[in-house]
Nanobody
Framework: QGQLVESGGGLVQAGGSLRLSCAAS????????MGWFRRAPGKEREFVAA????????TYGNSVKGRFTISRDNARNTISLRMSSLKPEDTAVYYC???????????WGQGTQVTVSS
């Protein structure tokens, strides 16, 4: 099945930056779409960003476009999310996910907390 482990979360002031990483193991992920989702307290899970196996197709959620950048390194089985111009509404648990399609991601990490203070 494979395993995903997120890291890099923490507390940051509004306007600041953070970089999240997701390390994949246990199977080949190079042919999978990988992405980031988030869940804020009391809210539904929200799509953040996704990247296909080649890195040639990238999609962002409307709320993060222009501020977040997703990237992947297939040789190291990792993806990253560079978050800039952070806002308090970006506060959430961020999850890494992987699957054959952006709409079919059966593999999830445990999540990492990002808190943005105003």
């Amino acid at each position: 099945q494979g395993q995903l482990v997120e890291s890099g979360g923490g507390l940051v002031q509004a306007g600041g930056s953070l970089r999240l990483s997701c390390a994949a193991s246990g199977r080949t992920f190079s042919n999978y779409v990988m992405g980031w989702f988030r869940r804020a307290p009391g809210k539904e899970r929200e799509f953040v960003a996704a990247i296909d196996w080649s890195g040639g197709s990238i999609t962002y959620g409307n709320s993060v476009k222009g501020r977040f950048t997703i990237s992947r390194d297939n040789a190291r089985n990792t993806i990253s999310l560079r978050m800039s111009s952070l806002k308090p509404e970006d506060t959430a648990v961020y999850y890494c996910a992987a699957g054959p399609l952006i709409t079919t991601m059966p593999i999830w990490g445990q999540g990492t907390q990002v808190t943005v203070s105003s």
